[in-house]
């Protein structure tokens, strides 16, 4: 069975994810709703991998450092003016992405071991993931114009 393989996938996906909105929220403390929605959506991907821990200690995880690879920055503030936000964003979109099918994998595979546990794991974690996806798109649509338009 696979399912360990994807399970320390999702949970280091989501770890990652958490990781990357702090991060942006840090770095862009000067803009106006960037780190209070970014924490909070760290902290949601710290729960995500919370809600984990009993499918993991059931099923077990294989380590998987594939999410890790997928963070190619550090937002370390290199990246300044809208065209840095720009980038941090797209690249948080990304991660969040992996998450979001890394859940839908598992949640398929959830329905076929007829797990209600995991389903109810899923619906929730899922939800806030697309909420995120949903944040970080109008936000980096809000960016975009100014970043590529104007010159800094």
């Not at 106006?32 to 809600?51: E, N």
């Amino acid at each position: 069975m696979h399912l360990p393989t994807y399970l320390g996938m999702l949970e280091h996906a989501e770890r990652t994810l958490a990781d990357a909105f702090r991060q942006v929220a840090e770095s862009r403390r000067d803009e106006s709703d960037i780190p209070v929605l970014a924490r909070r959506m760290s902290a949601q991907c710290t729960a995500h991998a919370g809600r984990l821990q009993p499918v993991i200690e059931r099923y077990g995880k294989q380590e998987d450092e594939e999410p890790e690879r997928l963070c190619v920055s550090e937002f370390s503030g290199e990246r300044s003016g809208g065209l840095g936000l720009l980038r941090d964003l797209h690249d948080v979109y990304v991660l969040a992405h992996f998450a979001d099918i890394t859940w839908t994998v598992i949640q398929q595979t959830a329905q076929a071991l007829s797990n209600q546990e995991l389903l109810d794991v899923v619906a929730l974690c899922q939800g806030e993931t697309a909420e995120q996806i949903r944040w970080l798109k109008t936000r980096m649509k809000a960016t975009a114009p100014q970043a590529l338009l104007v010159a800094r």
